[in-house]
């Protein structure tokens, strides 16, 4: 058989079946369109939800203070060797400044 022989063979049952040939066609494409739909939702809800939080939890924004550390006593604040570990100092910001995550997302509050 030739190569036209087996067109004429699939092009005659495509006609015999055409109810068939039109709900696979119908159901592949509805298909398609569900995975592109949800893969849209996805992504949408995604990016809505990080901009959200970084909105309320100001998650894209760095606070440095200097002082005490968290926790301590007023006690130990009057001795002034605790807090030099503790100390921001210039040196301390400009290596902070040069991070590359950081460089776009840090604000110095002094």
Same mark, same amino acid.
């Given at each position: 058989?030739?190569? $036209?022989? #087996? /067109? ?5 049952? =495509? ?9 696979? *066609? +119908? ?26 939080? $970084?909105? #309320? /939890? ?5 606070? =440095? ?9 007023? *006690? +130990? ?34």
């Amino acid at each position: 058989m030739k190569l $036209s022989d #087996y /067109l004429r063979l699939g092009w005659d049952q =495509l006609k015999r079946r055409i109810v068939v040939t039109v709900l696979c *066609a +119908a159901g592949i494409a509805i298909g398609s369109a569900s995975i592109v739909v949800a893969l849209a939702f996805g992504e949408s809800i995604n990016h809505y939800s990080r901009q959200q939080m $970084s909105y #309320y /939890l100001k998650s894209d924004e760095i606070t =440095l203070r200097s002082g005490r550390p968290p926790g301590e006593t007023n *006690a +130990a604040t009057s001795d002034p060797a605790a807090m030099k570990p503790y100390a921001l100092t210039k040196a301390k910001l400009e290596l902070i400044r040069t991070l590359p995550m950081l460089r776009r997302l840090l604000r110095i509050r002094r």
